[in-house]
């Protein structure tokens, strides 16, 4: 009797472990849509382009620090699909079809400094915050934006998740 009962408890563990593994996981995959981002950290743009584009940023950055080429890919689709510059399409639209992580990074660099002039322009409320690693590409640095102040490293991961400061925030 001790060892059915002590099977049901191991059981009931190892079941309620892996259900709580999968549900941080679908958490931590979730796309956030522009009402959200305006719920979530109070902010806005002077155009809803705006706020899509940013969302969609936003899902990039979150899959690259998880280290998620496909849904990095997924977001640069996305972004693709509402950018309305040049520049910026074309960028992301090289995201959608990179290799591997580390490009898709280097590239999530560029997209950086083109969303950065975009959010400048156009932020009507709330804060983004310019985030800086001094470690990217071999000690060059890079910067992204986030609408947390908490670091989340997307162009390391899990490796270096927290390395960087908050150099800017954007009003």
Not at 20 to 26: L, T
Not at 100 to 106: G, L, Q, S
Not at 157 to 165: E, F, N, P, T, Y
Request: include cysteine.
């Amino acid at each position: 009797m001790k060892n059915v009962i002590k099977t049901t408890v191991l059981l009931f563990a190892i079941t309620s472990l892996i259900a709580c593994k999968n549900d941080s996981k679908k958490d931590s995959n979730k796309s956030i849509s522009t009402d959200e981002i305006k719920t979530e950290a109070g902010l806005s743009f002077s155009e809803n382009t705006i706020g899509e584009q940013f969302q969609h940023y936003i899902h990039i950055k979150t899959a690259l620090v998880n280290s998620d080429l496909d849904e990095a890919k997924s977001g640069a689709i996305m972004l693709t699909n509402v950018a309305e510059n040049d520049s910026l399409k074309d960028v992301s639209t090289s995201i959608s079809t990179a290799q591997d992580i580390e490009t898709a990074r280097m590239l999530f660099a560029e997209v950086t400094e083109k969303m950065t002039v975009v959010v400048n322009k156009s932020i009507s409320n709330g804060e983004v915050y310019q985030q800086y690693c001094p470690m990217a590409f071999n000690n060059s640095g890079s910067y992204w934006l986030s609408t947390e102040k908490e670091i989340r490293n997307p162009y390391f991961g899990d490796r270096m998740l927290k390395c960087g400061s908050v150099t800017e925030t954007i009003k």
